[in-house]
C-alpha cells in the first residue's frame, strides 16, 4: 500500500540562486500539503549520514560535501501516494533528461545540484522524515 507522505530538501545551490520561494510555491501549487518545514544547514557529519546509503557510490563525497555548504529546506509533504507523485513531480535525476515543467527542469543545474531531494520509497520517507522533525514540529 502507497504512503501519503513524502520529505523533500531543497538543496543548498537552488537556495543560493534565490528558488527557494518559487519552488515551495510550485509545491503547494501541485497539489502537495506541507506538513512540516524547517531551513537550517547539514553538517558534512549529518549529510554523510542522510546519504549513508550512497556511501559507496563514486560521488559521495561530493554530494555530502555539497550538501553541507549552503542552508537547505527541509519538509515533509502530504498527497495521496505522496512518494511516487512527488518523485514524477520533480523530475529525473539529472535535470538535463526531466521533463519541462519538473521541479528540476526548472530550478536544478547538474546532476549533483538538482534542486531538490524526494524520498524513494515509504519507508525512506519516514525515515527521513525523522532525521530532521520532532512529532511536535508537524502539524
Ligand atoms: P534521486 O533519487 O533522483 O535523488 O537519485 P539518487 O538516489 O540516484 O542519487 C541521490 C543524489 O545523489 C541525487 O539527487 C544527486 O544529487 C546525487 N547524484 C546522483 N547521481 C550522481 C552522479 O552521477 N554524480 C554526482 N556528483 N551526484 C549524483
Redesign the pocket.
Known amino acids: 500500500m502507497s504512503g501519503n507522505i513524502t520529505f523533500t530538501m531543497i ?1 543548498p545551490k537552488a537556495i543560493a540562486k534565490g528558488y527557494m520561494g518559487k519552488i515551495i510555491d510550485q509545491i503547494i501549487t501541485g497539489g502537495f500539503t506541507i506538513k512540516a518545514l524547517k531551513y537550517t544547514c547539514l553538517s558534512k557529519e549529518e549529510a554523510m549520514e542522510f ?1 549513508a546509503v ?1 556511501k559507496e ?3 559521495y563525497n ?2 555530502t560535501g ?1 550538501m553541507s555548504s549552503g542552508p537547505i529546506v527541509a519538509a515533509i509533504l502530504e498527497k495521496e501516494n505522496a512518494v511516487q507523485a512527488y ?1 514524477d513531480y ?1 523530475g ?3 535535470p538535463s533528461d526531466a521533463e519541462e515543467g519538473t521541479i528540476r527542469k526548472l530550478y536544478g543545474t ?5 534542486a531538490v ?2 524520498s ?1 520509497s515509504d519507508e525512506n520517507a519516514v525515515i527521513e522524515s525523522s532525521f530532521y522533525f520532532s512529532e511536535r514540529e508537524r502539524v
Request: hydrophobic fraction near 30%; charged fraction near 25%.
Open positions: 538543496k546519504y550512497h557510490r563514486p560521488f561530493d554530494l555539497f518523485r520533480i529525473a535525476t539529472n547538474d546532476i549533483q545540484a538538482n531531494h524526494g524513494d
